[in-house]
């Protein structure tokens, strides 16, 4: 594939993935002002994005067996964690901006685990097994991330257990 459509259909992905999670955030908000309606039609266009955005990646050929994908996963999170959380927090400190260094370290916090959830998970799918059917636990408040049980208070934000979302 040449360059310029390879880099064309990298920033494509990224502005697609981004309309994506922009529209999911958007119908969050309506359907809290009692849209639901339009919070309908966010959800539905955030698809929309989410078709695009896969359909631009599969273009890539990037997509492989899952032992190769967690192994990217966990490149990602690793990368976050050590590289780009750190340098966007201290730019925050700097600027006095608390908005920010919380939302950083509350992603910093909850990538660390990521990381090894994703390195559990490729173990298991290199010996070509899932891990196990339990449920996945999410604060919704700093994306902590945690398997089988929530704690009754999340270790980085603080927020109850009833708060957190299964998977």
Avoid: W
């Amino acid at each position: 594939m040449k360059i310029m459509t390879r880099d064309n259909l990298k920033a494509a992905f990224a502005g697609e993935s981004q309309a994506h999670m922009r529209y999911l955030i958007f119908a969050d908000n309506a359907e809290k002002e009692g849209k639901p309606n339009i919070a309908r039609l966010f959800r539905a266009i955030a698809y929309a994005e989410q078709v695009h955005a896969t359909n631009h990646f599969k273009a890539l050929q990037e997509l492989n067996g899952t032992p190769d994908n967690l192994q990217v996963a966990i490149n990602g999170e690793t990368f976050e964690v050590d590289e780009m959380y750190p340098a966007y927090d201290a730019v925050a400190k700097l600027q006095d901006e608390k908005a920010a260094e919380k939302s950083f370290h509350y992603a910093i916090e909850a990538e660390k685990i990521h990381a090894v959830l994703y390195d559990d998970a490729r173990k298991m799918a290199q010996m070509d097994k899932d891990i196990d059917d339990g449920k996945v636990y999410v604060c919704p408040i700093c994306g902590y991330t945690v398997k089988s049980n929530a704690p009754d208070k999340c270790p980085v934000c603080g927020v109850s257990k009833d708060k957190f979302v299964s998977f």
